[in-house]
Each structure stands twice: as C-alpha cells, then as structure tokens.
C-alpha cells in the first residue's frame, strides 16, 4: 500500500482485527464476524459491523491527522441471554481502547467509546438484535 506511511490497515480492518482477536468474543462468535450484512443462513451468535460516519477534525481552520469514525457494530443471537452476552464482550473490547489497534501495521487509536445500544427482536427472522453505536478517535493520512 504505497503512500499510506505508517499506517497500513484502514480503520474497518482494524476494527476487524481487534474483535477477532479479542479472546472472550471470541469465544462466543469465533470467525462469525462480517461487514454490513449478516449472510443468510449465518450460525449464531455472530456480529456484523458498519461505518455510519467519518470526519477530520479541524485545528484553527485546517485538517488534522486526527478522524473521529462513528460505527454500528450489531450482535445477532438466538435468545435475548446471548445477545447480551455478546454485546457485553464487544463493550469490554472497545470501551476506551487506545492504542495499536489491529496488531503491528494496524491504526493507532486514540479514544473509543460505545456511546449507545439498543435491544431489536427481529421477528421475520426470529433473531435478536443489539446494535452498539461506537465511535473511534484515530490517526488517519
């Protein structure tokens, strides 16, 4: 990826990475983690995560290095117990992460914070539906 300097992962691969890798999650969604959409016929519990906004913040009239990306990362279960299970795990992975996130060559955050969730049950599909509102504070190009 020439020209991205130091920073080789956009912010959605990292945020990939990091629950991925986050062991308790893990634990309960394995590899059941995918961008936007949910694919039909999924096993559950699993997650799906999607970038709802991004801005610069802006320093005394000029851009800065400094991106604030608000994310939509939903937890999918089959019963109301481990949907909440999973959306606590996300919680304690992200809230007020900083650092490397997404390993060596990932994007160095300076803030997260969940800032909101809600409970859906999906009746069509008969599956519940916890989104959490994330933002993160990282360094961008």
Known sequence: MKGRGLFKMKIEEALFSHLRN??????????????LVLPRGSALPALTYQKISQTK?????????????????????A????GKEVAA??????QDYCGLMGGDKGVQVLDVNVV??????????????L??????????L
């Open 116 to 129: 909101g969730e809600r409970d859906i049950y999906e009746s069509d599909a008969s599956v519940y539906h």
């Open 57 to 77: 913040e802006r320093t005394l009239g000029n851009s800065s290095k400094i991106t604030r990306a608000r994310f939509q990362v939903s937890c999918w279960a």
């Open 89 to 94: 795990q996300v919680q304690a992975a992200l």
């Open 79 to 82: 019963s109301y117990a481990e």
């Open 22 to 35: 986050y062991i308790p999650l893990a634990g309960l969604v394995g590899e059941r983690i995918y961008p």
């Open 131 to 140: 989104p959490l509102d994330v933002m993160i504070i990282y360094y961008s």
